[in-house]
Each structure stands twice: as structure tokens, then as C-alpha cells.
């Protein structure tokens, strides 16, 4: 099974109210089968957006799931955005322990440059993401597999400024000049919480 990111902008607002229940209603079907593991809306973002991670078998069963979710059906996505992504650090499974309260969680991406050396600290890069997952500020990352450059962290930590800390203490930005990004992300559906 394999992992894919998908992220959906949406800017046809009152079409999405219409089929909220029917996209909600759906995700809780692929959470049932096991297709989908993690799913919910970005905070505070300019544009209405969404990330899921799906475990699915490859990229056709995906483009199927993704086809047949209500929104895609009513032409409701704007936008989409397609990642597989190899979990390398923590885990998508629900943790035997909750996070406490008051944790949010973030998505945080981040792209190196082209031609930059990853394994000029990719070790530096393991060992700060494994003592986030150790201090129990991060719940999965990893790179892109079709963008070996690009990866994703979902960070769980109090507050935004938190989370812009871990990205410019990363290795691959502070050392190699990635870019990032980090949006306060309200995971739904899943077993985050």
C-alpha cells in the first residue's frame, strides 16, 4: 500500500455547502474501507483548501476515489495537488497516547532547490526529525517520491509560531536554503485524535 497526499482548493463556496454532507458522508465510507487516513480542511488559509492522505494500492485507485468524492462529481475542486509519499519518520496510526489539549496540527512542505546535495545532511535531517517525533512534536514525514526534493511533516504543537521554529531549524532549510511552507491544517477524519 501507498500513501498519497492529495491537496484540494476550493472557491466555488456555495456549491460546496450544497455538498458538504455528501463529501462528509463519503470520506467516513473510505475511512470504513481503510482507503483514507487522515483528512481535513486547512486554517485560516485565503483560500478554502483541504488535505487527505489515502493508502491505496496505486495511482489509478486513487484517481478513482478522488473522481468519485462529491466535490470532484459537482466540479467543486478548483485545484488539486497529487503526492506519493514515503512515511520515512513517525506514523499515520492513531498514537496509544492522546495528544494533550491545546495541540494543533500543522502541514508543513518544504521544496529544495534543484541540483541541491540532500545527502550533504540528510543524516542532520533524520536526526532533527526523529527528536521532533521523540518529543513528540511530529506525527509523520518523509519525502515525495515523485518529487524527491519535496517532502511533507505534520507537526503537532501548540501554536503556529511553533511550527515556523521547526521548519527554519530543519536541516534541509537552514543548511540547504529549502523553501517551506507551514498551514495550520484541522485534521476531521482520520486517526489523529
Known amino acids: 500500500m501507498k500513501y498519497y497526499v492529495v491537496t484540494f482548493t476550493h472557491t466555488k463556496i456555495a456549491g460546496w455547502t450544497t455538498f458538504l454532507h455528501a463529501h462528509v458522508s ?63 519518520c513517525g506514523s499515520m496510526l492513531k498514537p496509544e497516547t492522546p495528544d494533550p489539549d491545546g495541540t494543533k496540527y500543522f502541514r508543513a512542505t518544504y521544496e529544495l532547490k534543484e541540483g541541491a546535495d540532500v545527502s550533504a545532511c540528510k543524516e542532520a535531517h533524520d536526526a532533527y526529525l526523529k527528536k521532533l517525533l521523540d518529543e513528540k512534536k511530529l506525527r509523520a514525514a518523509g519525502p515525495y517520491e515523485n518529487n524527491p ?12 509560531s511553533d511550527a515556523e521554529d521547526i521548519m527554519k531549524n530543519d536541516p534541509y532549510v537552514k543548511e540547504l536554503g529549502a523553501e517551506y511552507q507551514v498551514i495550520q491544517w484541522d485534521p476531521k477524519f482520520g486517526e489523529f485524535k
Open 26 to 88: 463519503y470520506l467516513k465510507k473510505l475511512l470504513k474501507e481503510d482507503k483514507l487516513q487522515i483528512s481535513g480542511p486547512g486554517v485560516g488559509t485565503p483560500v478554502r483548501s483541504a488535505q487527505l492522505v489515502f493508502k491505496v494500492t496505486d495511482r489509478k485507485e486513487l484517481d478513482e476515489l478522488v473522481a468519485n468524492d462529491p466535490y470532484s462529481i459537482h466540479d467543486l475542486v478548483a485545484s488539486s495537488t497529487v503526492n506519493l509519499w514515503d512515511v520515512q
Open 149 to 160: 526534493l519535496a517532502g511533507l511533516a505534520i507537526l503537532s504543537v501548540p501554536d503556529a
